[in-house]
């Protein structure tokens, strides 16, 4: 069965620190997303990237960063963590046509910034 | 891409059809109309997709109206499982980025 793993399904962690969300998917796509999902505002998307070391921005980019060194691993990355990014984030993977299965999705990393 | 409505919530008796409507008035030519559900707690699965002809796979049917500006996902028979939020999407499947909408929150009942 493919595959979109997130490193934590819970994590916490203090304002100030550097946290790194870790998602990693099997199926050799090309594409990796991530979003955040918050109550009443829906699925948010952060960063995407279509290939290794290419990075684009999405809706709402300010206070993260991303990573992709390699096909499978793409990062999400916050820098300085505050209490506002307190959310479930959501990774996922897709081909670059995207014509049989979209987009596939990981179980998520429900952070909380203390 | 095209924007989608769809209605905040909807009810459906276990073992019913539920159907799950979606405008998309504004489609274009080259955009698919996309399904996808979100259970609690868990991150969103695709379900269906298609462009012009009704699709069924072993999960749901996809009816588009011959004009394509609306579609309707069918779940035959309808499980408390299926109790979750079902988003539909238009766009064109290629590297885009994805918009989620509110979706629909069904409610499968016994």
């Known amino acids: 069965d493919v595959k979109v793993t997130q490193s934590s399904r819970y994590l916490v962690k203090r304002t100030g620190e550097k946290v790194f969300l870790e998602c990693v998917q099997d199926?050799?796509?090309?594409?990796m997303f991530w979003y955040r999902q918050d109550p009443g505002l829906g699925l948010r998307l952060i960063y995407f990237?279509?290939?290794?070391?290419?990075?684009e921005k999405g809706d709402i980019p300010e206070g993260y960063s991303v990573s992709r060194e390699k096909k499978e691993r793409f990062s999400l990355i916050l820098e300085s963590a505050s209490t506002n990014q307190t959310s479930m984030y959501l990774c996922a993977s897709s081909r670059i046509l995207q014509t049989n299965y979209g987009y596939t999705f990981g179980s998520g990393t429900r952070l909380t910034v203390v | 891409d095209a924007k989608t409505t769809q209605p905040t919530s909807m009810d459906c008796a276990e073992g019913r059809a539920a159907n799950l409507p979606c405008n998309h008035s504004t489609i274009s030519g080259n955009e698919y109309v996309y399904w996808y559900r979100q259970i609690h707690s868990q991150g969103p699965q695709y379900i269906i997709h298609g462009l012009k002809n009704n699709e069924t796979n072993e999960m749901a049917s996809l009816i588009i109206t011959e004009d394509r500006k609306s579609s309707t996902l069918i779940l035959p028979h309808a499980t408390l499982r299926d109790t979750a939020v079902y988003y539909c999407i238009v766009y064109t499947g290629t590297a885009s980025k994805l918009t989620f909408g509110t979706g629909t929150r069904l409610q499968v009942t016994l």
């Open positions: 990237s279509y290939d290794v070391k290419m990075k």
């Open positions: 199926m050799d796509h090309e594409n």
